[in-house]
């Protein structure tokens, strides 16, 4: 349809258009009014929809973006690039003016996906071949667009997932270096707990006037266990993470061969991260359980260090 235009030559004049939102760059042109301001939403969709179509047709990039700075200009610039907020200066409504631009190149439809106006035959006419040839290959040209901006989201999904799985790789990378601390640490503390009972048995007659140091001492080393144990579980539940993380890699290795099937995978892979993330959570409360531990028992060993020191003073 011929839409009917505001002032062409004065952007300031022009009115707000109703939105209108479409699957491509083609069919989208042919249903938003030249010489209209757009409303964002609609802008910003047309703004995608020109990328996609020019990734897929580069060598139309200058006429796309020369259309999108004359015919909506109060949302791109004169270099066809969406504006942050509508309007244009006047040095960029003079600029406009001075394209010379037609009412009727502002009312008229959009040719298609190729620039500018289909080639006619010598009587200013097409012959019935060539219209249907025409019109199926402005069929095919709309379904390629359609497939073109999957494909591109597609990517662009398949991207962020990479970026999620090598952030998950570092953090199970990290999480592997804290545990081995950890394990450092609890060496550390094995080894005080043994020089411990070392001087308890050397010192039998104090420790049975102090039977509440044995106590304590005992109590140590169970918490010791404890926290052997739950490094054990911590090392298998980082094993499990990474054999998880492997099996990630391999699905996104098949996503790539099969970008149809990816859809559907993409949503069972979404569970699986929030669930890695759960348990990455876990893992680091446990890993904040085992440091205070870690600090009670090594509170524990300067109190014994005490006592010991007062019962050799007396």
Known sequence: ?????????????????????????????????KGHTLTTITAKRL????????????????????LLSWAWANNFDTQGRLRAERGCTADELETLKN??????????QWPGPLIGAPKRGNDGTLSHTVKHIR?????????????QTRCNELAYEVKSYEKLVAKLQHTNNDLRTELDETKRKLEVSE??????????????EIGAKFPL???????????????????????????????????????????????DEKTATMVTVSRDLHRLQEELAKVGKSL???????QELKTANEKVSQLTAETAQK
Not at 99 to 108: L, M, N, Q
Not at 135 to 147: A, F, I, M, V
Request: proline letters at 4%.
């Open 191 to 204: 080894d005080n707990v043994h020089d411990l009972e070392v001087e308890v048995e050397n010192q039998a």
């Open 135 to 147: 019109l199926e290959t402005h069929s095919l040209r709309e379904k390629l667009d359609r497939e």
């Open 213 to 259: 140091l044995e106590h304590q001492l005992e109590c140590k080393e169970v918490e010791t266990d404890e926290l052997v144990s739950k490094c054990k579980k911590h090392e298998t539940d980082a094993l499990n993470l990474q054999r998880e993380l492997t099996e990630m890699t391999n699905q996104l290795q098949t996503t790539r061969a099969d970008l």
């Open 99 to 108: 394209k010379k631009k037609r009412p009727i190149d502002y009312t008229s």
């Open 1 to 33: 349809m011929a839409w009917k235009s505001y002032p062409y030559n004065n952007p300031n004049e022009w009115m707000l258009a109703p939105d209108a939102l479409s699957n491509t760059f083609t069919s989208m042109i042919m249903n938003i009014p």
């Open 288 to 294: 904040a359980d085992m440091q205070k531990h870690t």
């Open 47 to 66: 703004d995608h929809l020109a990328t996609v179509h020019i990734q897929a047709q580069p060598e139309q990039e200058k006429a796309i973006r020369d």
